[in-house]
């Protein structure tokens, strides 16, 4: 990312749940009324249009030939991860944290939530201009808030400095990020994971391994990682599926679940099919006493 400005692909899910959340409600997956709070003006523009019949499949084409498939993954994948969720909270989680949080709203939008704390982690750059446009809407405080450069900074000297609670079953979400991480951020991020209340549960976002060694081999691979990369936003980490499970046992986590995008697809979008993004994948991982 930037140094001097938010996200770009931040933006880009929340333009994602933005128009999902103009759908009529019989057929959205979830709504998100705060997504488009987020969006420059041309964003917002996009949106307001999707209202007006004959629209949304001209928005549509345009946000697949820019980059295949992320529309569908990104809206599926938000219902899954909701989900999953859901799930963590029926089986005792007591608190939520949100790890590069971008412009998750969670905390705000999901009536489950609403007895429970929730933390959000971000970089400082996109926390700042999120907690800038909740307050220009009088939003109540409802959230707590803390930034951070995983690249750059310590999770247990954040966690020291506001005295994170690692005694109660908690749920991580940690999405969209591993892939602009290093392999030292990662593995250091999940050696603090597993300082949480065995019982706890992370659900996180990977890319294949294979589509940052060969992307040819992904429809729409090539010309992602391109405009990633001239984002400054470029893909630098992945994992190989087969390999999670081992690794996750050696920070004392079980693998739950683990889906890639034509299979969350599948489930939550059955009549909305659409090619690319088969190299994300969602994954569910508790951590077990040792």
């Known amino acids: 990312?930037?140094?001097?400005?938010?996200?770009?692909?931040?933006q880009y899910m929340a333009l994602f749940r933005a128009l999902e959340t103009t759908r009529p409600r019989d057929r959205r997956l979830f709504t998100d009324k705060f997504a488009s709070w987020f969006l420059d003006n041309r964003l917002k523009l996009g949106v307001w249009l999707c209202r007006i019949p004959g629209w949304r499949p001209f928005a549509e084409w345009i946000i697949r030939k820019k980059i295949p498939g992320a529309l569908s993954s990104g809206i599926a994948?938000?219902?899954y991860i909701d989900d999953l969720?859901?799930?963590?909270?029926?089986?005792?989680?007591q608190q939520v944290y949100i790890l590069g949080a971008g412009f998750d709203t969670r905390g705000l939008r999901l009536p489950f939530l609403r007895q429970l704390k929730v933390v959000e982690i971000d970089h400082p750059n996109t926390a700042a201009y999120k907690l800038s446009k909740l307050r220009s809407h009088k939003l109540p405080a409802k959230v707590y808030y803390y930034q951070i450069d995983f690249n750059r900074q310590s999770l247990d000297q954040l966690s020291a400095l506001n005295n994170f609670d690692f005694t109660v079953p908690t749920a991580i979400i940690w999405e969209g990020v591993t892939n602009y991480l290093n392999k030292e951020a990662i593995d250091s991020t999940f050696a603090?994971?597993?300082r949480f209340e065995p019982g706890s549960r992370v659900i996180f976002t990977y890319v294949h391994q294979a589509v940052l060694d060969n992307p040819s081999a992904f429809y729409g691979g090539e010309k992602l990682l391109r405009d990633?990369?001239?984002?400054?936003?470029?893909?630098?980490?992945?994992?190989?599926?087969s390999a999670l499970p081992a690794y996750l046992r050696r920070y004392g986590f079980q693998l739950l679940e683990d889906l890639g995008a034509s299979e969350y697809r599948k489930h939550y979008l059955p009549g909305r099919s659409e090619k690319g993004y088969e190299f994300y994948r969602v994954a569910c991982a508790e951590r077990i006493a040792r």
């Open 77 to 79: 994948r938000t219902k």
């Open 192 to 194: 603090f994971l597993q």
């Open 85 to 93: 969720l859901l799930q963590a909270v029926d089986q005792g989680a």
């Open 228 to 241: 990633v990369a001239d984002l400054e936003e470029r893909w630098t980490f992945g994992f190989d599926p």
């Open 1 to 10: 990312m930037k140094e001097d400005v938010t996200s770009r692909t931040a």
